[in-house]
């Protein structure tokens, strides 16, 4: 497990350098600086933030494959797909429903804490983990440059309608995201699972 922890944590490294895929964070989970958010634009917020929604889908796709709800799995990684830089909210609100929706059958399907897992479905568990780590320290991020934007999120366009829906819907979005985080993280202990550092750090931080 730990040598697969490692390749994780290297492949992550290489897409942020990269900076070409869409599973890379828009700045590196960190919230922007007075001077990049003064120049920021709604529409450059949105793309950031549905780089990390597709994250966050497929960390949840993972998590959900690898304790054999392969049909839900399934519908977290089409809506990622389907998620595109320009989203509008209406497409927002979907993936959002989703990931939520996600989220709590994930939540029901480990609530016992006792599940027997393969090790294909260890694995997957372990990387989901690790991928919604990295999307709720981002979302985190997203969610407080948008609280500094207000004034720009007034602006007619459909960007500025999508930021300004994320403005008030981020922050139980990050909270939601992190309750299943920490169940997940319960269940692999129960489990002996291991657990991502990235996972515990993130909990601890929101």
Avoid at 143 to 157: E, N, V, Y
Wanted: glycine content about 8%; hydrophobic content about 45%; overall charge neutral.
């Amino acid at each position: 497990m730990t040598n697969n922890y490692f390749k994780a944590a290297v492949a992550s490294l290489l897409l942020v350098c990269a900076g070409a895929s869409h599973a890379q964070l828009g700045n590196g989970g960190a919230a922007m600086s007075d001077v990049e958010r003064a120049n920021a634009s709604p529409a450059t917020v949105v793309e950031r933030y549905v780089r990390n929604a597709q994250v966050v889908l497929d960390a949840e796709a993972s998590l959900l494959a690898g304790v054999g709800l392969k049909e839900q799995a399934a519908k977290a990684g089409a809506q990622s797909k389907a998620l595109a830089p320009d989203s509008t909210r209406g497409t927002i609100e979907v993936a959002i429903l989703l990931q939520t929706d996600s989220g709590s059958a994930l939540e029901q399907k480990i609530g016992g804490l006792t599940l027997a897992l393969d090790d294909a479905g260890r694995r997957q568990f372990s990387e989901g983990m690790f991928e919604l780590a990295r999307g709720i320290t981002e979302g985190a991020a997203v969610s407080k440059d948008l609280a500094g934007m207000k004034q720009k999120l007034k602006t007619p366009g459909q960007a500025a309608a999508a930021a300004l829906y994320l403005s008030k819907s981020l922050p139980g979005v990050v909270k939601s995201l992190t309750q299943t985080l920490k169940a997940a993280v319960d269940f692999s202990k129960a489990n002996n699972i291991s657990v991502p550092p990235q996972a515990s750090e993130a909990l601890a931080t929101q």
